[in-house]
T-cell receptor
C-alpha cells in the first residue's frame, strides 16, 4: 500500500461549485498533515495545515480522521484561480520526512 | 516577504557529469530539505538537514548525492555522476523550528529543472 494516496482526478467543476478532496495515509504513527497546492511547473505552496479538530480558512476546510487515517479538503464557492493540483502531505514521524501524495488536479471552468 | 531562492533555474548536463544545485533558504530557518519531482510524477523527499548534518534521507539519496551548507546562507545538493533518470525538477525547502517537531511549515523554492542528456 502506498504511503499517501489521493483521489486520482482530474476534477472539472464549474465556478461556484463545492469540491472535496480525499487523502488516506498508511502509517498510523503519522503526526502532522498538510494540504499544498501546486500550479503547473511551479513549486508547491502551503495551503493549510490540518489539525485534529479540523480547521477552516475562508473557503477552505480541512478535516482529519485519525481512526480512519483519512484527511479531506473542502473548497466552497470555487474560483477559476483555484485551478491547480492539490497535494496531501504527511509527516510520518517526528522527523523531517514529509511524504507527498500524488496530487489531485482541479480545473475550475467558467 | 522572505523567500527561498534557487539557482540555476535550468541546467542541462551530460550523463556522468557532476552538478551542483544551489539554494538560499529563508534566513532564520533551521531545517533544510531537498525534494525532486520527475515530470508528471509526485514530489519525492530526498534529504533533510539540520544543525549542519543530515537528519533524514530517502532511498533515492544514495552515494551519488551529497548536501552541504558551505557558509551561513547557501545549501547545496551535489549529484556526483548524473544519470538519465536524474532528470527532474529539484526543489529546495526550508522551515523554522515550529512548536512541535514535524509541525514545521515548509517554504519551497521555485526549483531547478535538471535535464541529463
Amino acid at each position: 500500500r502506498k504511503e499517501v494516496e489521493q483521489d486520482p482526478g482530474p476534477f472539472n467543476v464549474p465556478e461556484g461549485a463545492t469540491v472535496a478532496f480525499n487523502c488516506t495515509y498508511s502509517n498510523s504513527a503519522s503526526q502532522s498533515f498538510f494540504w499544498y497546492r501546486q500550479d503547473c511547473r511551479k513549486e508547491p505552496k502551503l495551503l493549510m495545515s490540518v489539525y485534529s479538530s479540523g480547521n477552516e480558512d475562508g473557503r477552505f476546510t480541512a478535516q482529519l480522521n485519525r481512526a480512519s487515517q483519512y484527511i479531506s479538503l473542502l473548497i466552497r464557492d470555487s474560483k477559476l484561480s483555484d485551478s491547480a493540483t492539490y497535494l496531501c502531505v504527511v509527516n510520518t514521524n517526528y522527523g523531517q520526512n514529509f511524504v507527498f501524495g500524488p496530487g489531485t488536479r482541479l480545473s475550475v471552468l467558467p | 516577504e522572505p523567500e527561498v531562492t534557487q539557482t540555476p533555474s535550468h541546467q542541462v548536463t551530460q550523463m556522468g557529469q557532476e552538478v551542483i544545485l544551489r539554494c538560499v533558504p529563508i534566513s532564520n530557518h533551521l531545517y533544510f530539505y531537498w525534494y525532486r519531482q520527475i515530470l508528471g510524477q509526485k514530489v519525492e523527499f530526498l534529504v533533510s538537514f539540520y544543525n549542519n548534518e543530515i537528519s533524514e534521507k530517502s532511498e533515492i539519496f544514495d552515494d551519488q548525492f551529497s548536501v552541504e551548507r558551505p557558509d551561513g546562507s547557501n545549501f547545496t545538493l551535489k549529484i556526483r555522476s548524473t544519470k538519465l533518470e536524474d532528470s527532474a525538477m529539484y526543489f529546495c525547502a526550508s522551515s523554522d523550528s515550529g512548536e512541535l517537531a514535524g509541525q514545521e511549515t515548509q517554504y519551497f523554492g521555485p526549483g531547478t529543472r535538471l535535464l541529463v542528456l
